[in-house]
């Protein structure tokens, strides 16, 4: 390929430099719109800048690109990109198509994209790197790849089979949960649909607990009845049942019945509770050991990768059975105590007697005061004989107080509080959505612990400037590289 061609794959996660050589973002997609006689034309790259914020890149703004990094003028609108229509990504939405060959028969599936310089600022779509079908039906083999141009390929419009995902879904390998969320709600919906559909149940449903409720719903009702099951499975308890309790009551019990029994059991024990109490907040999986376990045995058990930081904090100490709801509570060990002694102490020897455990009726108000008087990451619950039911944990809190759009939201303003995530009692008649509970009374009544004060002259206060107003995209006139139809400033 020449120095003017590049394929996009290639650019998938390149640095973007201004000219002064700062780094100011790496580059996460092309985006292309496309021409009634010629291959389509990009008009820009989606760029992703410190906070996880993707933005627009015009191409005209694009001074060089090449030897894995991109030289930009080094304006750069700041705004949230929003996908306008007749545009195109090229990794998330082209890369997969199926398209057919002029000459001859057969068709082929589009695996990379090259995009090649015709002037100053001008790039356009020119090969195709395919795969065509296999020919023979062995698991193990692919289909033959050819490279192809724009021109010697037709586009299949009317395809019978959903795009496939698979490139898509090897590039997205390596992002976190809120990152893989906030990369599906980017995507139109029925491409969201299609990745969705291909993504395993575990790597769906860590990404359904990182969305909004609005956007958890509706993609959760796009699923059969068997994969939405099989994703719920695989969340959190307290993330499902807050999922469960915004589904119609019907559509709720289907797949309750259709989840793992034990999974079930513990959604339909947290849909008992009133949202705003530790009942409703609780996690059902916390780490429990008896009190003959060992530091070594604690350790090795808050050590699995799988374990979210804020459950693996501390360590549950009962008298058998040790599962929820337990024998009765003894008390917790946080792991930092641990590492303080040999390997062989046993923990009922370094229980923390200090914390008072709550019960399922307790405010959600009262357990954020007592996370926060006590320095605390998480808090066990126990019912009226001191059988540990559950924790809440940190997150669990923070997700409560904050408003339902804190993911997306960037203004530093107050913004009001969310509406709630689960029906008083999860008592609803069939039919019915869960119904609004008023969060105002709760949020706010932090009390603000004094180790923050600006009193404390220890301590420094920190100024927050409000950023500058974005300017306006220009309308879309004029042929001036970085103010062609479709650039965006």
Known sequence: MSASTVFV????????????????????????????????????????????????????????????????TGLINLRRFEQRGGEVRVLAELVGRTVRFREGHGTAVIEDVAIEESGPGEWAVEQLFLRKPRSVPAPFTKGQSVFARWSDVIEVTNRSEPQSAEKLIAEYNDLLPADLAATL??????????????LPDERLADALEEMPEADQVALLTRLDDERAADVLDHMEPDDAADLIAQLPVLRGETLLDLMEPEEAQDVRFLLSYDADTAGGLMTTEPII????????????????????????????????????????????????????????????????????????????????????????????????????????????????????????????????????????????????????????????????????????PTTRAIPVVAPETPPTDPPRTGTPPGDRPGDRR
């Open 9 to 72: 794959a290639r650019l998938n996660g390149c640095s973007v430099f201004d000219p002064a050589g700062d780094r100011v973002g790496k580059v996460r997609d092309v985006l292309v719109v496309y021409r009634p006689t010629e291959s389509p034309r990009v008009v820009g790259l989606i760029v992703e800048v410190p906070g996880r914020r993707r933005v627009f890149l015009s191409i005209g703004r694009v001074t060089s690109i090449g030897s894995g990094q991109i030289i930009t």
């Open 185 to 198: 709600l980017e995507l139109p919906d029925g491409r969201r649909l299609e990745v969705a559909e291909e």
């Open 289 to 456: 050991v008896s009190a003959d376990a060992t530091v070594a045995e604690g350790l090795a058990l808050i050590r699995r990768h799988e374990l979210a930081p804020a459950i693996g904090a501390a360590i549950c100490v009962t008298l058998p059975p040790y599962e929820p709801p337990t024998g009765r509570y003894l008390g917790m060990v946080h792991f930092q105590r641990m590492l303080r002694y040999p390997p062989h102490e046993r923990l009922g020897t370094l229980l923390d007697q200090g914390i008072e455990p709550v019960t399922p009726e307790t405010s959600a108000a009262e357990v954020s005061r007592r996370l926060a008087s006590y320095d605390l990451v998480s808090l066990p619950v126990v019912d009226e004989t001191r059988r540990l039911v559950g924790v809440v944990t940190i997150d669990d809190v923070l997700d409560y107080l904050l408003p339902d759009d804190w993911r997306s939201t960037d203004e530093h303003s107050p913004a009001p509080p969310r509406p709630p995530a689960r029906g008083k009692a999860r008592g609803r008649a069939p039919g019915s959505t869960a119904p609004a509970r008023d969060r105002s009374a709760t949020v706010g009544e932090h009390p603000a612990p004094g180790r923050f004060s600006t009193a404390n």
